[in-house]
């Protein structure tokens, strides 16, 4: 994956800019508070790492030093029995081989602050814990997440890039496309009018039959979060069939509801239709029901 990287001179400090993601850090020193004030007056927040990738990502977009003071990141504690954890969102994630040899080593019990080695050694990379009162480089980033950046979801910045996360009713990268339901054909000895035009989240469609036909179940079906319709789609049957159903059943049950789904099994066949979604089994079961 090529990216195109630019250096940007803004006063002391510099940018390194990717698309999307940014880091940035200064030349300047400062403790840790100051630090931290520093992105979040010119960026959005000191770094926060969350991964083995995205540490040696960033390691190798900042200059090497050649010894203390490297760079503050945003990972702290308060007190000394306290886990690490990091600005923004209490993680607390600390990785296996993020730690440089023999620490975090709480030296005077008072190192609650995070500094990463940047440098051509073997620590490259690797994190010290340290006094934050002490003075080091800021490193911060720039969240490329927007109140448009994810049309119909929730935006979260990831390294260099964003991520979508979309309400219920909506898919694609950038939850720009509402999910449809799929399409219904008319019922037989019916009609079907439905709301709008993109049968999407929330349409609904309503089933009619012609006069002399009876409709069978629900008549209105709505477009669901999942693109799925709440039922199934209703069917329109003659009172005469109805009725003799109605009649038939109730009386010598076995035999003439055997009869009855013969019936309009053979008439499903005749009309050999793609049905979507399925049609109510049989107007019997609703007829005693
Ligand atoms: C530190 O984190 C561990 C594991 O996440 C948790 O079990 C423990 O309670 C935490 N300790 C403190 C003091 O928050
Ligand atoms: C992080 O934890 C602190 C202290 O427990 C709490 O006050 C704060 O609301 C938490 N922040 C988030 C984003 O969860
Ligand atoms: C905390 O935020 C970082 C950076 O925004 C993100 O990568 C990470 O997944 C978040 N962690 C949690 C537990 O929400
Ligand atoms: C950081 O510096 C500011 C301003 O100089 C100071 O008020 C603050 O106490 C310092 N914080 C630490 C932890 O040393
Ligand atoms: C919002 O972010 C998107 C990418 O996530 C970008 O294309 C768009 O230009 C940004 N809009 C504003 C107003 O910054
Ligand atoms: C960001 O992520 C999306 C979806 O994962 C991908 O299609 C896109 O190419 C990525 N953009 C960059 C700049 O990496
Ligand atoms: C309906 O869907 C088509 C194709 O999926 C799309 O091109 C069109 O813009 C949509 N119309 C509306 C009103 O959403
Ligand atoms: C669908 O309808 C529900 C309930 O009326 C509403 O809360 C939701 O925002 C609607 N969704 C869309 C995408 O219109």
Redesign the pocket.
Known sequence: MMKWTFIVFLGSSLAVITLSWTYHYSNETMNWTEARRWCQTYYTDMVVIQSQIENDYLVSKLPNRDKSPYYWIGITKNHMNENWTWIGNNSTWVGEQSWAKNEPNNKHSTEFCVEIYVNGNQNRGKWNDDKCSLPKSPVCYKAQCNATSCGRGRCQDIMENITCHCEPGFKGDRCQ??M?CPPLSQPDNGYLSCS???L?INSTCRFKCYPGFLIIGPPDVTCGVTGDWSGPRPVCTSYKQALFAVVGCGRSSALCCICFCWMKHKKRKELAHVRQPEEVTSPSTEAEG
Request: no cysteine; aromatic share 0%; net charge negative.
């Open positions: 496309t509402a449809e709008g035009g993109n999407t």
